[in-house]
């Protein structure tokens, strides 16, 4: 009995050459959040809300009304908060309610 010579496995089978393009970076969406308060303007930027609102910085004492400014994808919501609840914003524990509450808002 003889035996048959076969072709390798690695000869059957094609070489495909990958070819990875780069794309352009798309523009981001970001969030856009403002705190007037007083004579000082805070801003912080951030793919989420929560992000956005991690990176103010928060100011020492807050005993003045706040106007609030939320811009997302073309939508933006203004409003007027109290001082205590302004002071929320700051606390970490009241931010990712608050987070999801201002993307509740820009649907």
Known sequence: ???KK???????????EMKIESKPE?????FTITIGLGNTTLKGEGETALIALK???APIKI???GYIELN?????MNATWNP??????F??????????QFEYLLR
Do not use: C, H, W
């Open 6 to 16: 076969t072709k390798k496995v690695v000869d059957i089978i094609p070489k495909v």
């Open 55 to 57: 990176a103010i910085e």
């Open 84 to 89: 205590v609840k302004v002071r929320n914003l």
């Open 72 to 76: 997302y994808n073309g939508k933006s």
């Open 91 to 100: 606390r970490k524990i009241s931010q990712p309610i608050l987070a999801k």
């Open 63 to 65: 005993f003045t009304k």
């Open 1 to 3: 009995m003889a035996i």
């Open 26 to 30: 798309s523009k981001k969406k970001l």
